[in-house]
């Protein structure tokens, strides 16, 4: 175990914190039972300082792992510490995605269920909560499955929780249906928020982002200068056999692929 500083992805300030890389289950529960007060950790993408915890850190790096993948009908189980871009990267050339995909791939499938991420489609498809088939959390000092139906509360409990309910070891959730690799994307300029806030309404079909230049808005007015972003799967151009992300693979979505 070794002390180190680190912060949240906002580095606004930082901590000086036992840091644990356990290998294994048992290797946790060593962890918990010695240490006692100790909270879980990803990539450390989250805003504040959720996942810090001065007396013991566990991060999950070792718990990377696809465990299963079921192709045909896009169900997926990992180790919560596996990436989203690692996941990205084996699902995408067969044809799925993930159902709510969150700001940057550089997260954790276990940071995703702890903080309930939203995606653009939120209006469509809610939270990663309604995609979730199945967490197994080691909860005090028990191995668990939680499901909408089985550990019901605790279930509930975990998706948001934070990471305060137990440690999420692993996570199987359902995958939406793709035909390309690709997004298809169109940007409308505005220079008035009721036509920003119309737009959506109506384009309802798109995942979709706004932005808005406060420094333009009108004093008594509600004309503000603004761009929408939208954006659906393509349907026409085929899936790269070998999907991999790189510096070289133009993105074409800043809202879905925002990295």
């Known amino acids: 175990m070794n002390k180190n500083l680190i912060s949240g992805w906002g580095n606004n300030k930082s901590f000086?914190?036992?840091?644990?890389?356990?290998?294994s289950i048992n290797a946790i529960q060593t962890i918990i039972k010695d240490k006692k007060k100790i909270i879980a950790r990803g990539l450390g993408r989250s805003y504040g300082d959720s996942s810090i915890q001065k007396n013991c850190v566990v991060e999950l790096r070792n718990f990377n792992k696809i465990i299963s993948f079921n192709k045909k009908n896009g169900t997926v189980k990992v180790q919560a510490g596996i990436s989203?871009?690692?996941?990205?990267?084996?699902?995408?050339?067969?044809?799925?995605?993930?159902p709510?995909?969150?700001?940057?791939?550089?997260?954790?499938?276990?940071?995703?269920v702890a903080s309930n991420v939203h995606g653009k489609n939120?209006?469509?498809?809610?939270c990663l909560i309604n995609h979730?088939?199945?967490?197994?959390?080691?909860?005090?000092?028990?191995i668990i499955k939680i499901t909408k139906s089985y550990n019901k509360d605790l279930f509930y409990a975990t998706c948001g929780g934070?990471?305060?309910?137990?440690?999420?070891?692993?996570?199987k959730i359902k995958l939406i249906k793709i035909k390309?690799?690709?997004?298809l994307q169109k940007n409308i300029f505005f220079n008035d928020l009721k036509n920003l806030i119309k737009t959506i309404t109506k384009e309802k079909d798109f995942y979709s982002v706004a932005w808005l230049d406060c420094?333009?808005?009108?004093?008594?007015?509600?004309?503000?200068?603004s761009i929408l972003y939208l954006g659906q799967h393509e349907k026409k151009i085929k899936l790269l056999a070998n999907f991999k992300f790189s510096k070289q693979i133009k993105i074409y979505s800043i809202f879905i692929f925002f990295f």
């Open 162 to 171: 934070m990471g305060l309910t137990g440690i999420i070891l692993e996570v």
């Open 100 to 112: 709510v995909s969150p700001g940057t791939k550089y997260v954790t499938l276990g940071g995703m």
């Open 132 to 142: 979730i088939l199945s967490i197994k959390l080691l909860h005090k000092d028990k």
């Open 215 to 225: 420094f333009s808005l009108k004093k008594d007015s509600h004309k503000i200068n």
């Open 84 to 98: 989203l871009k690692c996941l990205l990267e084996k699902i995408i050339p067969n044809g799925w995605f993930v």
């Open 122 to 126: 939120q209006h469509l498809d809610g």
């Open 180 to 183: 390309s690799n690709r997004i």
């Open 16 to 23: 000086s914190c036992n840091i644990a890389i356990p290998n």
